[in-house]
């Protein structure tokens, strides 16, 4: 498959970001089905994983972000949450057997190792709402969400030609603390 229908839904047009998009959800794609394959003792939904994988993403249209073409107005560190309410409030047909609910939770689970009110009062961002109610709502709880935020940490926008070795994943999540490298860590551990 070149790429998941749901991404015709929110990027219609042929443009750059839109290949990016694609671009980069297939290399995600790509390491958490290999995960999936390498480990049938976690009895991983494939499908599911797949689909998150694909729409983990789907919200960097509305932020900013120039130097990957994104031209929206909100805070990058926002993309999982504007992915969610993108998919949430989408009333048409998504075509696949899967909760837009089960969806959302990619989007908003994917970032760093999952994020934290501290992540947000660091960058100076009003902390969301959705953490107020409950402290590790940004923070993957399945096993599916996992893998997808662990494949994710490899690939980045801005050099979508690299794959990161699992030395440089740790170092690139320092930023978002000490624990969230700890966890990166522990998945390589039960993945790699």
Not at 42 to 58: R, Y
Request: charged share 25%; proline share 6%.
């Amino acid at each position: 498959m070149q790429h998941n229908p749901i991404i015709d839904i929110f990027y219609p047009e042929d443009n750059d970001l839109r290949r990016l998009l694609i671009h980069h959800s297939r290399q995600v794609l790509d390491k958490a089905l290999e995960i999936c394959r390498r480990h049938p003792e976690l009895n991983l939904d494939s499908a599911l994983v797949e689909i998150g994988a694909w729409v983990h993403d789907i919200g960097i249209r509305r932020c900013h972000a120039p130097g990957i073409g994104c031209t929206g107005d909100m805070p990058y560190l926002l993309h999982g949450i504007a992915g969610g309410e993108m998919l949430r409030s989408y009333e048409g047909p998504l075509g696949v057997p899967y909760s837009r609910e089960q969806l959302a939770r990619f989007c908003e689970r994917h970032t760093g190792t999952g994020l934290v009110e501290e992540n947000f009062r660091q960058r100076h961002i009003p902390v969301p709402e959705i953490l107020t109610a409950d402290p590790r709502a940004l923070c993957p709880e399945t096993e599916e969400e996992r893998v997808v935020c662990y494949a994710d940490k490899f690939f980045s926008k801005s050099h979508p030609e690299r794959t990161r070795t699992v030395e440089q994943t740790a170092r690139s999540l320092e930023g978002f603390g000490m624990a969230g490298v700890h966890l990166f860590l522990s998945w390589a551990e039960r993945y790699e």
